[in-house]
């Protein structure tokens, strides 16, 4: 069963605006983490926000924030005045607590427009 | 500087060939991680280790070997059964809740 799910496979968004790129995951685990990835052309993953099961305030890092609903099961990444740096493939990633290993969703790639 | 790193960033082999790709951490960590990217796709995950001496099958482990004989260092194999051994190879490790990720091996067999 799919564990991450990212329904959108490609988002444009003009410079400066601001984007939300969503997430769902299935658990049954009480305790788990919440991750976002950037991956620019390059390859290299680089860590962006995280958010864990038991957090009460959303996380923010800069221009990022993760919109947790815990009921719902969706923390979707909203990416406040988007650069044209930010044009790159997003990953979101669960880890449970129980299960030790990271799960990735399909990935979003978002296109900054100028 | 501490971090992980893959080498090499190019592969390239012959099919029936095994071929080894390395990732080495110093980070302290204790989990490491192989997962393979395909074009467009997202990451899968093929091997893990949370300790040394132990390591665990992923989803997508048949064709591959790993050791874990040192706390810094976790090599993939790609062996000559892995059907479709051309992609993306990442390796990470972490340490509590984040995962940190090398800049990857780009496999190419022909």
């Known amino acids: 069963a799919q564990k991450i799910t990212q329904t959108q496979p490609g988002m444009f968004v003009q410079e400066k605006e601001a984007v939300t790129l969503d997430c769902t995951y299935d658990t049954s685990d009480p305790s788990y983490g919440l991750f976002w990835y950037k991956q620019p052309s390059s390859g290299e993953m680089i860590f962006l926000i995280y958010q864990g099961s038991y957090d009460q305030q959303n996380a923010t890092e800069g221009r990022y924030s993760l919109n947790f609903q815990k009921a719902r099961k969706s923390a979707n990444l909203v990416i406040s005045a988007s650069q044209l740096g930010d044009s790159a493939m997003y990953f979101c990633a669960m880890r449970e607590d129980y299960g030790q290993n990271f799960v990735f969703g399909p990935g979003t790639r978002l296109s900054v427009l100028p | 500087d501490g971090g992980i790193t893959q080498s090499p960033k190019y592969l390239f082999r012959k099919e029936g060939q095994n071929v080894t790709l390395s990732c080495e951490q110093n980070?302290?960590?204790?989990?490491m991680y192989w997962y393979r990217q395909d074009p467009g796709q997202g990451l899968r995950l093929i091997y893990y280790?949370?300790?040394?001496?132990?390591?665990q099958k992923g989803d997508i482990a048949e064709g591959y070997s790993v050791s874990r004989e040192k706390k810094e260092s976790f090599p993939l194999t790609v062996t000559s059964a892995q059907k479709n051994p051309t992609a993306f190879y990442l390796c990470?490790?972490?340490?509590?809740?984040?995962?940190?990720f090398g800049p990857g091996t780009r496999l190419t067999v022909t």
């Open positions: 280790s949370q300790i040394v001496n132990d390591f």
């Open positions: 980070l302290n960590h204790d989990a």
């Open positions: 990470a490790s972490s340490m509590n809740y984040e995962q940190y």
